[in-house]
């Protein structure tokens, strides 16, 4: 589904990736993981085309997409929920929502996925009157996430759900990402709770100063002694 | 000051403030959709005003359809220099791009008065009339019907562009880019289209100021400068993007003028206007109903 050939990119002259290769099969829930400043984030934003990409290319769909807009690449079926949100928080979350289906035109369609996300994060129907700005960090992220869902993605990319939420809302972040993969949503995950992120994922990639070091499925990284050591704080 | 005065100041200031809230508005727009602080503004103004004006002579239509015309004009032109002006700029101009905008909207602004000058001259090209007569509104103040209707037209314009905003998919798209526009590029908004949109659409409040007040503003080159400094006024009074607050921005900036015309005399009302500004500036900087302006500079 989505497929990273040697990528490089960074800002102006400043390089952070360097040769990337990754895939991303139908279906699959996989994470990637590094320490901060690893270029994960500017991984994520080239394969949404906020970025350029000065080498290699990007497949989506059998599409090279690595010299489209971010919007066209959005239409294409791929959806990218930031670390930060990038809400609309001068609106309510009904208004976000419907944003997020900015894409679709099949009212129907809309209503179904919307019901879905409700089921999904109880929470933002009842505030869909409220303004985007005034909700808790955790509601945030549900709406970020939520609102990254409503345009019928087939791959959905998430930076750092966890961020910032109190242990329990993590948990539920990560249930609804593992009942959405379970739905047939592709997700591609970039987290730094990495002992989670390794139970619940398919495969993973560990990306150290803008390189893939280690790859392979998640249930093998968790004895790897390097992640041990680095990531899961084993000795 | 006697009760019948405060009576006809308030209307006049009434009657004034709603064709400044249209171009306010359209200001408004293209600063917090754009970031570009549009100096040309008051040429879509002229433009209206002589689309109208030619609407009406040459063509013989209603004044509606006159006014219509011009806010079709308006939109076209504004598209016309967005595509070409704005997205060549957009695409070379990375840093800086609040100034860099800024000084492309004063050469245009230069550019466009002094085609009209080469082509239309400087005369005067006015019509004595939309609709003759005159109302009374209050049982001893009667005004112009084209100043009413001129009133009424802003506020008509003011409401649709409103619901515009707010109900159609469209408008939401417009207010999504100003919220956050990676935001809005990352649910498939094209920012290209809304960035035309946009501008089209302040050109097109401006237009529509222009054309309703022909009767009694003539058109001419360089009439665009009063009602610019106007709509800045009111913009920099009420803070940006914030449709209500500069429709009363709009009013405040017609009465403070009407006062200052009746108990000054004219020439004094932009002495009274800015130093009301400043007053209001130095004790909230972001404007009576400005949100922090904290950022809008940096990109
Ligand atoms: N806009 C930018 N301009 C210049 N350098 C940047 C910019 N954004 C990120 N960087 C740099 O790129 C490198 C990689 O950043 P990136 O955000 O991709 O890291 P990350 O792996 O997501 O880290 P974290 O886990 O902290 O989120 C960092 O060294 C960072 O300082
Ligand atoms: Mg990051």
Known sequence: MLELKNVS?????????WGISLKVETGEFVSMVGPNGAGKTTCLKSIAGMLDVTEGEVIFKDAVINKMQTSDITSLGLSFVTEEGCLFTGMTVAENLDLGAFILSDKKKIKELQDNIFDLFPRLAERKKQLAGTLSGGERKMLSIARGLMS?????????????????LVDSVFDALITLNKKGVTILLVEQNVHTTLEITDRTYVIEQGH???????SEMLDNEHVKSCYLGIV | MELSAIGDILVAGLLRGGLFVLMALGLSLIFGVMNIPNFAHGEFYMLGAYFAYFSRTLLGLNPVLCIIMAALGGFIAGS????????????????????????????????????????LGVRFMG?????????????????SIDRFAGFVIAMATVALFYLFLHKTKTGNSIRAVSEDEDGAMLVGIKMNKVHTLTFALGALLAAIAGAALLSINPAYPTMGLAPLYKSWFVVILVGMGNVWGTVIGGFIVGIVEAFSYYNLGAGW???????????????????IFGKSVRGVWDR
């Open chain 2, 127 to 143: 019509i004595s009339h939309y609709w003759q007569g005159s109302i009374n509104i209050l049982p001893n103040i009667s005004v």
């Open chain 1, 9 to 17: 990119a960074g800002y102006g002259p400043l390089q952070i990736l």
């Open chain 2, 269 to 287: 009302q932009d002495v009274v206007s800015l130093m009301v500004i400043i007053t209001i500036l130095a004790l909230k900087p972001s404007g």
């Open chain 1, 152 to 168: 019928n993605p087939s791959i959905l990319m998430v930076d750092e759900p966890s961020l910032g939420l109190a242990p329990n």
């Open chain 2, 80 to 119: 016309i220099i967005e595509m070409t002006a704005f997205k060549a700029l957009r695409k070379r101009s990375k840093g800086n791009w609040v100034m860099n905008s800024f000084l492309l909207t004063v050469g245009l602004s230069i550019l466009l008065q002094n085609l009209a000058q080469a082509t």
């Open chain 1, 212 to 218: 893939i070091c280690l790859q392979g499925l998640s």
